[in-house]
Nanobody
């Protein structure tokens, strides 16, 4: 079983920075895409950023130029560096990954979420 453990959320003032980390445990055959989703109060969960196993990235338009996603494949960890934070970035950030198990089954795995609050 693969589990995701997130860290790094908290309270920050507008214009500040936070770095989220998400470590995958377990021993799947492969860890494929890794990414972050955000759910703001009263809204649906939305993609923030995603990174492939080869390092290709994709970002939501609202965070381009401010957020950077990266990963350390040796540590099975994905990071989200968030700069120039805005109050509208507030929400629960969920780590996400797709894995292939040793039985060659593809699964989606979600973290428990970490709260980011940006005050104005």
């Amino acid at each position: 079983q693969v589990q995701l453990v997130e860290s790094g959320g908290g309270l920050v003032q507008a214009g500040g920075s936070l770095r989220l980390s998400c470590a995958a445990s377990g021993s799947p055959f492969s860890i494929n895409n890794m990414g972050w989703y955000r759910q703001a109060p009263g809204k649906q969960r939305e993609l923030v950023a995603i990174i492939t196993s080869g390092g290709s990235t994709n970002y939501a338009d609202s965070v381009k130029g401010r957020f950077t996603i990266s990963r350390d494949n040796a540590k099975n960890t994905v990071y989200l560096q968030m700069n120039s934070l805005k109050p509208e970035d507030t929400g629960v950030f969920y780590c996400y990954t797709t894995v292939t198990t040793r039985a060659y089954v593809n699964l989606e795995v979600w973290g428990q979420g970490t709260l980011v609050t940006v005050s104005s």
